[in-house]
Each structure stands twice: as structure tokens, then as C-alpha cells.
């Protein structure tokens, strides 16, 4: 039976357009919403259990070589976040890979549909009721919930503790800040349930798993189901998704210590650290080259004073001295996911003192 390929599916889609004949399968990047053919891509190959299938992308070159010809896609032949590997070949000249189960997923880097992180979400309630409250704080613009995630130590009083805030998927495709995300919660909750020691400081972790639920399920990599480019949006009112996670941040921080809006970028060739310096303290100021020590492909900060963006916002917004940064992971790195959980964990780490150094 020939193989087939499909997008219809949650995190299905993207830029991208495949031609499947035999065990052969042509991908074209698409330049989706003027993205230069750079955008994330994920779609699923049936049919191919015990077939060698050989892939070709038709135009690398339109990405002006940031896909470089040495990057390496990557696959799963189990769903879920995490059970992803890159392909033993590069893209340049085409590629194969014999494959043991029937439907495969192959994408650009490593995707997390909107469904992973309801499930998340719930595994975390389930798991850590001492510690972990979950709350959906709105629906999307076509009804999906939108989720928060407390964490805390309930044996100190909130007025003795700062916030800290983690947003990620305003642009659903940069999928690389989950891992993150994921990475900085069970850095929190190790410190805190005992297993490690705890923080110099007390907190309370706030974090907005889905910000976009609508373009995460239908595979779009940066705006929403209507055109809305979310971190473009804190200044305006709306849209929803922006709204919901506007009104929850008012209402439960209450002295922000630091904010994190975990993005990844296909521009350039390396990590980001964005932060608006020009409201930032020295100490602020050292715990961002903490952040860059975190990086794993970082040549240097970029500094813009853009209140209308995620972080501005969070900075001038919210009560209290902290600070906030847009973090962007260098999507044709070829990160995998234990590399962005890594550094997901290290930045809580620049931020936090752990009792023990005190």
C-alpha cells in the first residue's frame, strides 16, 4: 500500500506542503503569513510500517540557508512530548529512514500539540495537590481552555512571597518553550517537595502553559486562527486568549520577582536573550548574563524597549521590582528536548538562590 501523508490532526500543519508517492515523500516549505518558508512544520506518514521512505526537501534554499544543508528533521513513532529523534541524515540530498510502526510523525523540530499540555497540567494537579493549583482562566477565540498552573509552599504566607511568572506558545509554533516550561516547573516543584533543598526566598510560580490554544491545535506558527500576532497585543484590548491571560496575572500577583516569555526565533543564528535594560537594576542586569550562560547557542543580547510586547508589559504592569525577558531558543539549532529542558532549568536557576548557598 502506498504512503500517505496527513495534517489533520492536533499540531498538525504549518509551512509546509507534502507530495507522498511510493515510499517517496517531497516537502515543500511553504512561506506561511510572510514567514520567509521558515515556519514550524509537523504532519503524519501513514502506511510506512516496515518501508524504507526517502524524503527530500524541494526548497532549502528559500530559507536563505538558516535551514542549513547540515540540519537534521526530526521523527516519532511515539506520541507525546519528548519521544522525538533527529534523522541520522541531513536535509541537503535527501534523506531516509526505514521505519518500525505504521504512522510516524515528522517535523521541523520538536512539536507539543495543546493537548500535551492539558494533559500536563492535569498530571501535575493529580500528582502534587500539596503544592500545585490548576485553574482554566478563560476559553479561546473557538473554545478551547486555557489553563494556570500555581505553585507554592502552602506553609509560608503569600504576603512573605514574591511571584514568578512563565508564559510560552503566544506563537504557537515556537514549541521549543514548552520543554522549557516543563523544565521549570519540576525544578520548583524538586525544590520544594523535599527532594531538594528549598529557595533562599519564597514564591509564588505562575504558569500559562497555552497562550494560544487555537493555533497550537491547528499547526500555525505564529498567530491565531484570525491573523492576531498575541505578543503584539498586551497594549491593545484583546484578543481573548490575551485578555484571559492579562486579567489572571492582575489578579494573582502581587509583588513580581521575575517574568519569563519563552519563545524561540528562526531569525539569525543563534539564541536570544530580550529584556528591556533601560528599567532594569544591576542585579536585574546580572541575572540576565546568567541567562545567557544558560543558552546553549547564544551570541549576544538583544535589547529593545518595547512595552507593547509580552515582557514590557509584564515589567510595567504588574506590582512589585522585578523584571522580565523574552528568552528565544535558535529553532535551526537542532535542539532536542532534554537540551531545552536543560536550559529551561537553568534559567529558574539564574533567578532563584537555592537554600543551601544562602
Request: overall charge negative.
Amino acid at each position: 500500500m502506498p504512503i500517505s501523508t496527513t495534517t489533520d490532526f492536533d499540531g498538525g500543519g504549518g509551512a509546509v506542503k507534502c507530495q507522498p508517492a511510493d515510499t517517496h515523500v517531497e516537502i515543500e516549505m511553504v512561506d506561511a503569513k510572510d514567514y520567509d518558508y521558515l515556519g514550524y512544520f509537523h504532519f503524519k506518514l501513514e502506511g510506512a510500517a516496515g518501508e524504507t521512505v526517502s524524503f527530500e526537501i524541494t526548497n532549502r534554499e528559500e530559507t536563505g540557508d538558516r535551514m542549513s544543508e547540515e540540519y537534521q528533521l526530526v521523527y516519532s513513532e511515539t506520541p507525546g512530548p519528548g519521544e522525538w529523534s533527529q534523522f541520522d541524515d541531513a536535509v541537503e540530498g535527501g534523506f531516509e529512514r526505514e521505519f518500525d510502526d505504521d504512522t510516524v510523525s515528522i517535523a521541523s523540530w520538536p512539536a507539543y500539540p495543546y493537548e500535551s499540555t492539558v494533559e500536563r497540567v492535569d498530571q501535575l494537579a493529580a500528582e502534587y495537590p500539596a503544592l500545585v493549583e490548576t485553574d482554566v482562566i478563560g476559553e479561546s477565540y473557538e473554545g478551547r481552555e486555557m489553563h494556570s498552573i500555581r505553585i507554592t509552599d502552602p506553609a509560608v504566607a503569600n504576603a512573605e512571597k514574591t511571584d514568578i511568572v512563565c508564559t510560552t506558545r503566544q506563537h504557537p509554533g515556537e514549541t521549543h518553550g514548552s520543554y522549557q516550561m516543563d523544565a521549570i516547573i519540576d525544578r520548583a516543584i524538586n525544590r520544594l517537595n523535599g527532594s531538594s533543598g528549598g529557595f533562599v526566598d519564597d514564591y509564588v510560580f505562575h504558569f500559562l502553559p497555552n497562550l494560544n490554544p487555537d493555533g497550537m491545535y491547528h499547526g500555525y506558527h505564529y498567530d491565531d486562527a484570525r491573523g492576531n500576532n498575541h505578543n503584539r497585543e498586551w497594549d491593545t484590548p484583546g484578543p481573548v486568549e490575551i485578555d484571559n491571560a492579562r486579567n489572571y496575572l492582575l489578579d494573582e500577583v502581587s509583588d513580581l520577582h521575575w517574568a519569563f516569555d519563552l519563545h524561540a526565533s528562526t531569525d539569525g543564528t543563534h539564541d536570544a536573550v530580550r529584556h528591556w535594560e533601560s528599567n532594569m537594576s544591576d542585579a536585574h542586569l546580572g541575572m540576565i548574563d546568567d541567562i545567557e550562560a544558560a543558552s546553549l547557542s547564544l551570541s549576544g543580547t538583544s535589547v529593545e524597549d518595547d512595552p507593547e510586547l509580552a515582557r514590557g508589559w509584564l515589567h510595567s504592569e504588574l506590582p512589585g521590582d522585578g523584571s522580565g525577558v523574552t528568552t528565544e531558543a535558535w529553532t535551526y539549532y537542532g535542539y532536542r528536548p532534554a537540551e531545552l529542558e536543560r536550559e529551561g532549568s537553568d534559567f529558574l536557576a539564574a533567578v532563584t538562590t537555592p537554600l543551601e548557598e544562602a
